[in-house]
């Protein structure tokens, strides 16, 4: 084992030529791609024990993607032993593990390692870890993603409950479900999946839905034997596969962006709602959208509807005004008793960067810099805080396709900039604030004429002033042409 990442010792100095935090699609892609380019010095820092990023987190019933397996994989590693269209968790895991094996990637990821800041000294950076160790590091990659913070809800008397409450991205697998009373906050991208997937086998799955979500029916079906030998054999067969279902996904931006017409998906899912309740009405009223579909994330399934018409499943939908010992109670004053509660409740997205302590040229922290809004240029690169990159940053989010593309787009700009410092004999790059300032504005006004603004609803793509920083405003290939290199009058050498 490489002795720079065996156990901290506190008030130990490490140094490395670039510093990656996170070891998922966004760190690991960056980590083959800074080898692929020469610059082999450099270290991943995961809080984990074991890479995955979010795909390790999530290991809840029924976690699967909702983008298909050939376009949620590298295009530079390709996996043509895909078993389903739409792969589950324990395969994109597996996968991401081989990425990490194939490209002999495990000697240079520190586990353990909770990055806590970073502090630009006017020549690099000092990367605090909680275990009081510091990486000194020329460059800083930021592969941390938006989704691993998780959101539990401040509900009165939560602390009281008897039984047992647990976030789905910190699934308690030592709690036996089956049989017991279930209670399931949340019906978003999560809850969708692991909601069907539980039901069958608890007594009672009571599910408190604030806002109903738009479900539209999913593709997934096995990749046969067959369809596999032949991807392995004719890899262009698969590069096919891929093309068309990138194009399949890249039409959808104009109806995010036009949200009239989202009416045609709207039909769909309608068509698929009516279906799906056309024995009970009642609970057709009940879930039901009141937003503009493509608002929120659309969610793809075909076992969640199902699941909510079953016996054992009631759908909540008056709000909850407490917890206590023994069960939820809502704003009626009905207690719905339960044995566990679990929390489809999402993931606190703006400030996981800026709870870090930050600290740029003069003394700037990134938590003030983002206090009106979290704000990069391009999402990868922050006024005020040369030589850091984030990967999947403010506004690189899709609605629509698979993050690793928006990721590959990233990591041959970062290289870019990389290669422009040290063409220059520079000590670091840093990003010229009204170019900055410039692209939010144009960002902003794409946004504020799309359906996650108009159409009617709140999501986790807006922060608290309404405004989306979270969401790339157009297609995949537009930020991959402006991410193409390095634009010298976006940047200052220092
Ligand atoms: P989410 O989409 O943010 O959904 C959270 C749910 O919890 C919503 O239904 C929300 O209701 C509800 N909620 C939050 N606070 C509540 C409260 N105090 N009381 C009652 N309900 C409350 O979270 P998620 O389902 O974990 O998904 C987050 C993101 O992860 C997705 O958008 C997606 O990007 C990603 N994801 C991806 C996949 C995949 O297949 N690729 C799978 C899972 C997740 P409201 O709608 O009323 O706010």
């Not at 302590?357 to 990069?376: E, F, P, S, V």
């Given at each position: 084992?490489n002795?720079?990442i065996?156990?901290?010792?506190?008030?130990?100095?490490?140094?490395?030529?670039?510093?990656?935090?996170?070891?998922g699609?966004?760190?690991l892609?960056?980590a083959?791609?800074?080898?692929?380019?020469g610059?082999?010095?450099w270290?991943?820092?995961?809080?984990?024990d074991?890479?995955?990023?979010?795909w390790?987190?999530?290991?809840?019933?029924?976690?699967?993607?909702?983008?298909?397996?050939?376009?949620?994989?590298?295009?530079?590693?390709?996996?043509?032993?895909?078993?389903?269209?739409?792969?589950?968790?324990?395969e994109?895991?597996?996968?991401?593990?081989?990425?990490?094996d194939?490209?002999?990637?495990?000697d240079?990821?520190?586990?353990?390692?909770?990055v806590?800041?970073?502090?630009?000294?006017g020549t690099?950076?000092d990367?605090?870890?909680?275990?009081?160790?510091?990486?000194?590091?020329r460059?800083?990659?930021?592969?941390?993603?938006?989704?691993h913070?998780p959101?539990?809800?401040?509900?009165?008397?939560?602390?009281?409950?008897a039984?047992?409450?647990?976030?789905?991205?910190q699934?308690d697998?030592?709690?036996?479900?089956r049989g017991?009373?279930?209670?399931?906050?949340?019906?978003?991208?999560?809850?969708?999946?692991?909601?069907?997937?539980?039901?069958p086998?608890?007594?009672?799955?009571?599910?408190?839905?604030?806002?109903?979500?738009?479900?539209?029916?999913?593709?997934?079906?096995?990749?046969?034997?067959?369809?596999?030998?032949?991807?392995?054999?004719?890899?262009?067969?698969?590069?096919l596969a891929?093309?068309?279902?990138?194009?399949r996904?890249e039409?959808?931006?104009?109806?995010?962006?036009?949200?009239?017409?989202?009416?045609v998906i709207?039909?769909v899912?309608?068509?698929?709602?009516d279906?799906?309740f056309?024995?009970?009405?009642?609970?057709?009223?009940k879930?039901?959208?009141?937003?503009?579909?493509g608002?929120?994330?659309?969610?793809?399934?075909?076992?969640y509807?199902?699941a909510?018409r079953?016996?054992?499943?009631?759908?909540?939908?008056?709000?909850?005004?407490?917890?206590?010992?023994?069960?939820?109670?809502?704003?009626?004053?009905v207690?719905?008793?339960?044995d566990?509660?679990?929390?489809?409740?999402?993931?606190t997205?703006?400030?996981?960067?800026?709870?870090?302590?930050?600290?740029?040229?003069?003394?700037?922290?990134?938590?003030?810099?983002?206090?009106?809004?979290?704000?990069?240029?391009l999402?990868?690169?922050?006024?005020?805080?040369p030589?850091?990159?984030?990967?999947?940053?403010?506004?690189?989010?899709?609605g629509?396709?698979s993050?690793?593309?928006?990721?590959?787009?990233?990591?041959?700009?970062?290289?870019?900039?990389?290669?422009?410092?040290?063409?220059?004999?520079?000590?670091?790059i840093?990003?010229?604030?009204?170019?900055?300032?410039?692209?939010?504005?144009?960002?902003q006004?794409?946004?504020?004429?799309?359906?996650?603004?108009?159409?009617?609803?709140?999501s986790?793509y807006?922060?608290?002033h309404?405004?989306?920083?979270?969401?790339?405003?157009?297609?995949?290939?537009?930020y991959?042409?402006?991410?193409?290199r390095?634009d010298?009058?976006?940047h200052?050498?220092?």
């Amino acid at each position: 084992m490489n002795e720079r990442i065996g156990a901290a010792v506190p008030g130990e100095i490490v140094t490395v030529d670039t510093a990656v935090v996170g070891s998922g699609f966004a760190g690991l892609g960056m980590a083959v791609k800074l080898d692929e380019a020469g610059r082999r010095d450099w270290l991943i820092l995961e809080k984990g024990d074991t890479l995955g990023g979010t795909w390790r987190d999530n290991e809840y019933p029924g976690c699967a993607c909702d983008v298909e397996s050939h376009l949620y994989s590298f295009s530079f590693r390709q996996n043509p032993a895909w078993t389903r269209t739409f792969a589950r968790q324990p395969e994109i895991r597996a996968y991401l593990e081989d990425v990490a094996d194939h490209y002999r990637l495990r000697d240079r990821i520190r586990y353990g390692a909770h990055v806590t800041g970073a502090e630009w000294d006017g020549t690099g950076w000092d990367v605090r870890l909680a275990d009081g160790s510091t990486i000194r590091a020329r460059f800083v990659v930021f592969g941390t993603g938006a989704l691993h913070d998780p959101a539990i809800p401040d509900i009165e008397g939560l602390d009281r409950f008897a039984g047992t409450a647990f976030h789905s991205a910190q699934w308690d697998h030592s709690r036996e479900l089956r049989g017991t009373r279930v209670a399931v906050i949340g019906t978003g991208a999560s809850a969708v999946q692991f909601v069907p997937a539980i039901a069958p086998d608890v007594e009672s799955l009571t599910l408190f839905q604030r806002t109903a979500p738009w479900v539209l029916p999913k593709g997934d079906k096995p990749i046969s034997d067959d369809a596999r030998r032949r991807y392995r054999r004719f890899p262009l067969l698969q590069r096919l596969a891929r093309t068309a279902l990138y194009w399949r996904h890249e039409v959808l931006v104009a109806g995010f962006m036009n949200p009239r017409l989202m009416k045609v998906i709207g039909r769909v899912a309608t068509t698929y709602l009516d279906r799906s309740f056309a024995n009970d009405p009642a609970l057709k009223a009940k879930v039901t959208p009141d937003f503009t579909i493509g608002c929120k994330r659309i969610l793809l399934s075909n076992d969640y509807y199902p699941a909510l018409r079953r016996d054992n499943v009631h759908v909540e939908t008056t709000g909850i005004a407490r917890v206590t010992e023994t069960g939820v109670v809502t704003a009626d004053g009905v207690e719905h008793p339960c044995d566990t509660i679990v929390f489809g409740t999402g993931f606190t997205i703006a400030d996981s960067l800026s709870r870090m302590t930050i600290t740029g040229r003069d003394g700037a922290k990134l938590g003030d810099a983002w206090r009106g809004g979290m704000q990069a240029l391009l999402g990868t690169t922050v006024a005020g805080f040369p030589n850091l990159f984030l990967l999947t940053g403010p506004n690189t989010g899709l609605g629509h396709s698979s993050m690793v593309l928006m990721i590959e787009s990233q990591i041959p700009y970062v290289l870019d900039a990389m290669d422009t410092v040290d063409r220059h004999r520079a000590t670091a790059i840093d990003t010229v604030r009204e170019r900055q300032d410039d692209f939010n504005t144009e960002v902003q006004a794409k946004l504020e004429k799309a359906v996650w603004s108009q159409g009617g609803c709140n999501s986790w793509y807006l922060d608290e002033h309404g405004r989306n920083r979270t969401l790339w405003p157009g297609a995949t290939f537009t930020y991959r042409r402006r991410t193409r290199r390095i634009d010298p009058a976006d940047h200052v050498l220092i």
